[in-house]
Structures are given as C-alpha cells and as structure tokens.
C-alpha cells in the first residue's frame, strides 16, 4: 500500500475517532435519561482499537469474513458501519438508549448487522473460534463455502479470562489458518495501568497451543531510531521500561516528559535523544505500533500467509490514542469534557452542523468508504432448513427405560432418516458415551479434518474418525461445549448452512458452562442440549454431581425452552419437535407454539421407569391430549399433584395412596414447566398492559382443576414448580431439593428430601388443610 492510501486510511480512521468518541458524549451529555443513573460508555477503550478496527474494514476484509469486536470498541464499529452506509444517522446519537445502539455488539438487538456478539469478556474472542471448527465442518459434509476468515478483536485484559485458553487449548480448535486474533494490548484493566508485561508468557501459551504469533510492537518513526547508530541502545531501554513508567509519559510534556523518560535509563541514552526537541520527544517514544496502519495491515498479511494454523496479534496500542486521556491509569470510563470534545471537533474541521456528516463522497476517503461499502456487502442467508422432521420416531419401550436411554435411541433413529439424518451434528466434552451418544457415534463416525487410523477395535464403540463423522469430540470444558453449540446453531448464517446440533453433558455441569450457554441464546442459536443424567436420582454419585437448581436455570433463560420428561413417547415427541423447530418447518403439531425460537434445554435422567402408566393414559386420553399436559387418573380431583421427570413413580404411587383413603388426587406429568410458565405469563402481561382480567391459558385449563389444591413434586430445587398454585389460584404445597445431597440409594435419597410417596401423601393433606 502506497504512502497515499496510508493517508486516506488515516483521515478515515481520524472521523472514526471522531465518531466514536462524539457517539459516546452524545449518549452522557446529550441526552438526559432523568433517572441519575449515568449512561456511561468507554471512549478510551473505543480509541485503542480505531486503527487496527479502520485497517480491517477499509483495506482488509472480504464479505465472507465474520469479526468479534471487543465490547468497548462498540462505538468504533457503529462508527465504521455509519461511514460505511450501513447505519442510519439517527442512531449515532442513541447508545445505550432504548431501540437505539446497544451497550456492547448485538446479533438480535443492534440496528446494523454484527456478526458475533460480545459483551461477556473472553466469550467474544473465543466464538470467531468456534465458528471456524463448525465452518471446517461444514466444508467437509457440504462442500466448501466461499473463503472466510474469523477475527477476534480482543483487549489484553480478556486474557485473564479461563475460557481464553480452554478454548485455544482444545483438540478441536487445532490447525485452524483462517483464525485470526488481534489483542489490543494497551496494557491497561479497568482499574490500573497493569504491573509488568506478560508479552512473553502469552507468547509462550499461544506457541505452545500451535498457534502463530505476530507483535506489532513499534511505529515507524521508532522503527527508523532504532535503524540509527545508537538505535538499538534505545530500543533496550524502551523493552526494559517499567510498564507503568512508560504509560505515564501519556500525561506529560515538555521537559518534564524527557525527565520521566530517562529516569533510571541507562547510560548514554540521553546523549541519543539530546537532538530530539521537547515537542518531538513525546510522538518518537509512545510510537507504538499498533496506531500505525502499514505495521497493521503487514501484520495481517503475515497471518493470512500462516494456513496451517490459528493466529494471534499483539498490537501494542495506547488506551485513549488520539483523545486527551490517553494513557490515563483511570481513563477506563473516563468522558472527555465539553470543551475537549469541542477542541476535537475542530480538530477534525467540522462544526456543530456538520459533525455528524459522513466523507464527501467525492473526496478520495469518500470513495474508499464508497468501494469498500461495496466489497464488503453480502446477500441474505436463509435459516430454515427445508426438511420435514417427523413428529415422533415411534421409540419402542416395552420394559422400565431411562430418558437417557431413550434420547440415545431417538437420536439413532434420526440419524436413519434420509431427510434428517446428514444434519444432525453431536457434540459431548469427553462425556458422550456417558450420555448415551455412543449408538449415534456408531452409526455416523466422529468428525476429524482428516481420516485417522483406529489402533484397537472395540465391539461396543466405533471410534471411527474422519471428515464424514457427524460426533466432534471435546475435550473437558462445559465452556467450549455451549461456545461450540451455539456456533453451531448459527452456521446457518456464519457458514451459510442451517444444522441441527445436538450437545450432551452431564446435568450438574450445565452451570460450569451457563454464561457460554447465555451467551449462545443471548445470540439467537438454535440447538438441543440434553443435562443428563440429573437431580438427586443420581443418587450414589453424591452432593457434588446432584443438580438441584438447573431447572431453574432452564425455566429462567431466555431463548430456551426447558423440557423435562418422565416417559418415552413424550420425549419421542418433544425431542422431534424441538428439532421441526430449529430445522424451520411449519409445524402443526400440538406442541408447536408459533413464537417458539431457539434452544432446548432437555434434563434427563439414567433411571428406568415403567412406562405403563403412559400406555394407559394414551389408550384413555389419545395422543392429541398427550402432547401437551395429561391427566392419569381424577376427573374430579380433590387434590392435584403435579411433578416432572424421575420422580413420577413416586407420585403415581402417593396417588394411589390418598385414592385408597378416599383422596381424588389429579396426576398431571408437566413435561416442559417452560411452555406452562410462558402461557401463563402472556395471559399474565396481557391483562396488565390491557388492564383487563387476565385469562387462564389453555395449558393449563385443560391440565389443571380451578382451585384446587396443588402439590409440586420435583427432583430439584423446590421453587421452580412452586409457581403452579398461584397459575390456578389454588394453596400449593412445594417439594422438591433445596439442600445438598450425599451418597445412597434412590430411596435413601428420596426419603432425605421428602420425594418419596409418604411424604407426597402429606404434602396433599396439608396442602388440602391450607383451602
């Protein structure tokens, strides 16, 4: 690139600054919110990454390239996307303001198009990642798409983050050329400027991990005093530097600048810069070269030459680069004052009138802006997938069988489906034989980006790799298993080719991985996770593998519909319509609820329950009432008793008990306490936005007697079903887990935490004695 593009590329990136730190001043000062609370933003941290940020869109990216951009650089790519054409003016003024710009990069909320949402540290950085292995497996099962490459814009802080590196070290993420991460290393936190540089140890884990590592360290006026006699002396003392000597020569001018410089360099070095004036000292030694676009944008190039593997930038930067803050060890949410903004202003030649203006058009940075608007433009992907899902496999289970069991099944039988089955994608961190993945593993092979030879045979499990596999394995790391999941559940738009994937973990370690999880619905992906197996019914394994709250957890995530089954045929079919869901097709099923879009959040268990019960409310009630809510026994229920999951039998039996002693009880399997929860709540939302009395959602009218006594029976934590009373105005009597388990029996536990039938037999006199 010639030295006339480098000075297009640096008007540009000088209106980026301008823009981003104006977009954050209008949204403080601007705009009052009348509430005290300030709107706040991060106008340092945006100007770090203005010229990395600036070489990307406007000299390197194609329109196949996804980018994740550090949360607080959100101001610098609504600014790119503003001078771009993507974004309409009247969103500059509105960060953080209501349907306006969000606080950090949003796939489902911002106006402009992101391709990966950030927010959560370390998340963002680890997605472009993840995206890579689902776009090396699509390529191999599809036929490959057009070129991409998957950039993380990362600060340096991030890299505290555990996820970081559970990420980088796993299997599945190895050999990964197009993936390219830029650091902006500022060397600042939020609080302080940070003590010491740990360029070297990152340097070490990345190399470590296989990665390719590239600093750009200095700028090119440094770069040209090192070429000088005496040069390399200067650049020793500069590396030697204290990290925090060196951030505060940002605040300085002047004599008092070179007095901070040389305090403790060596001898010799302020004979080097004896002819450097005062004025230029300050610009020659805070050179970095993370502000330089030719240093950048040869960085880039280096990457795109290394195929064969991840790469990582360091790009030395300045926290606040080009603003009156710069290097400030507080300037984190620092906002520049009225009159700093009004000298930037000027700055930029621009006037109250003008200063929200893109480039003229006709002016060279305009037809850069112009062309690369052009260059980077893409056409809509389409997100359905067009097959048919059957509504149910017809699962057979004659005999007592688990849910695990049974998802197990499902899934092989899926995967027979000609129309299904080349779609299905399953993942597991190191627990897929545990969670009963192994029959569809059999079947499909694990997925490798080359065939791998198998040194042992084993009768029970194929451990088959190659390209075609449809398994990808995962190392231990409920991280890496949500990150994955959720990239596959967007492949539809980042690699062009809608999936169904399927994830398996063992249920209590849902929550080691719950802000991927968040993260992965917070985006839009469309997935099936199953929790198994779950609850104190893992009885021996004790207090420390029995989940108790991730019920909650699923009942209370957006973007997920939580579904707990007890029987097989329900979960047959819940199974497949959560799947006709993700797939796009028009469901007409009974289960179907229009508005439903997103994940499942199965939670599943190892114990096998007699599936006769099930059999004979089908044969009274029909499949049509099945699908939704059932009734077993009560048409005039003096008592109802409501449970999910394991725990059924234990019902069923408490049911018959209080029959015997001349107690109706009204058995009612919730399958999916999330759908019963929603239906209640838009009745609920409607009637307070509407003022008028809200209604009785159909789920629950045809599942529940009007007020009459519930008991909520469930192996978690006890207020997740507790709802239920106040949904039928009814008194309710909840029991469930609210304390830790330990090692025994089913029974044994089941007796601790009040599950089993005596006790359910009380809670239904009790709840009867609070009418």
Known sequence: MDQHDLDVLDEIQRRVLWLATRIVDAANHDRGAGDGVKVGGHQASSASLVTAMTALWFAHLDAEDRVAVKPHASPVFHAIQYLLGNLDRSYLPRLRARGGLQSYPSRTKDPDEVDFSTGSVGLGAAAPLFAAVTRRYVDAHFGARPHSRFVALIGDAELDEGNIWEAVADPATTGLGNVMWVVDFNRQSLDRVVPGVRIDQWRGQFEAAGWHVVEVKYGRRLAEAYDRPGGTALRDWIDAMPNEQYQSLFGLTGPALRKQFLDGAPEGIAALIADVSDADLGPLVTDLGGHDLAALLDAYAQCDAVTDRPSVVFAYTVKGWGLPIAGNPRNHSALLTGEQVDALRAAQGLTRDTEWDRLDPASPAGIRAGQRREALSRAPRERALGVTVPQATNVRANKPISTQEVFGRVLVDLARDPQVGRYLVTTAPDVATSTNLAGFINKTGVFAPTAQRSWSEDRMLRWTESPE???????????????????????????????????????????????????????????????????????????????????????????????????????????????????????????????????????????????????????????????????????????????????????????????????????????????????????????????????????????????????????AASHAMAWLGSAVAAPAVPLGVDEFGQSGSVHDLYDLHDLLPGSIVNAALAALSLR
């Open 469 to 715: 596999g449809q398994h990808i394995e995962l190392g231990i790391s409920e991280m890496n298993l949500f990150l994955l999941l959720g990239q596959l559940g967007l492949a539809w738009d980042l690699s062009g080719q809608p999936l169904l994937p399927v994830g398996t973990v063992y249920d209590p370690f849902v929550l080691r991985g719950l802000d991927a999880f968040l993260y992965g619905t917070y985006s839009g992906a469309r997935f099936v996770v199953a929790g198994t197996p779950s609850g104190v019914t893992l009885a021996p394994e004790g207090g420390a593998h029995q989940s108790t709250i991730t019920a909650s957890v699923g009942l209370e995530l957006p973007g997920v519909t939580f579904v707990e089954p007890a029987y097989a045929a329900s979960l047959d079919w819940l199974l497949c319509d959560a799947f006709g869901h993700i797939a796009g097709a028009d469901r007409a099923t009974p289960t179907a609820v229009p508005t439903e879009d997103g994940a499942y959040y199965f939670r599943l268990s190892t114990r096998p329950v007699d599936q006769a019960p099930f059999e004979a409310a089908r044969a009274r009630l029909g499949d049509a009432v099945l699908h939704q809510a059932y009734p077993h026994l009560a048409d005039a229920p003096t008592v109802q008793l409501a449970a999910s999951g394991a725990v059924l039998p234990e019902v069923l039996a408490a049911a018959a008990e209080l029959a015997d002693e001349g107690v109706a009880a009204h058995v009612v399997d919730v399958t999916s306490l999330d759908r019963l929860y929603r239906a209640w709540q838009r009745t609920l939302r409607q009637g307070v936005r509407t003022a008028t009395v809200p209604s009785v959602p159909g789920a629950l009218r045809s599942a529940f007697a009007d007020r009459v006594p519930v008991v909520t029976v469930h192996d």
